[in-house]
């Protein structure tokens, strides 16, 4: 009886795991999906040419790339304090960790826009400083959407769209 019990056990952890990492490579290749569109959504309002883009796209995924993890740590804060109550001395470390990181993603957006300039010139960098925004507001608005059924891949929805 016990090792029937332990054989179930551990089929069950070992299918957890499996849905755990298959759950995890989702959400990877999601996030992949959404940089090729984010890439594309700048390409696009941008209109790089190709010797611009050589320059600009190595300068922008290393910002990018900071600011990611900038919002990662952000988002791991939010969630701790979501959990649960926490004294107020962690509490208030929190928040000052919290407003240090914003600080952080500020300097590294001015930075971005600095070395970008003399890449891409004064329009287009003006034009990049709202673009992240825009992005992620067309992220969002095709995302309920498809949450509604009114866009494509959802209930009723005709196939897919192009972003």
């Known amino acids: 009886m016990k ?3 332990l054989i179930l056990v551990a089929a069950a952890m070992l299918w957890m795991a499996q849905v755990s990492s298959a759950q995890e490579k989702g959400d990877q290749e999601k996030g ?18 190709r010797e611009q883009a050589e320059k600009f796209w190595p300068i922008f995924n290393d910002f990018d790339g900071q600011k990611m993890n900038i919002r990662k740590q952000l988002k791991d ?5 979501k959990d649960g109550i926490v004294a107020e001395k962690e509490l208030t470390d929190a928040i ?3 407003t240090e990181l ?32 825009d992005f992620r507001k067309k992220l969002m608005d095709k995302f309920r959407e498809k949450r509604m059924g009114k866009g ?4 009723g929805g005709q196939g897919q769209k192009r972003f």
């Open 102 to 133: 914003r600080t952080q993603e500020a300097q590294v957006d001015k930075q971005l826009l600095l070395e970008v300039l003399p890449v891409i010139g004064a329009d287009k960098t003006q034009r990049l400083i709202g673009l992240e925004e």
């Open 32 to 49: 992949e999906r959404i940089q090729q569109l984010k890439i594309a959504f700048i390409s696009e309002r941008l209109d790089l040419s």
């Open 3 to 5: 090792t029937i019990r």
């Open 77 to 81: 804060f939010h969630k701790k304090m």
């Open 96 to 98: 000052n960790k919290m």
């Open 152 to 155: 494509p891949g959802g209930p």
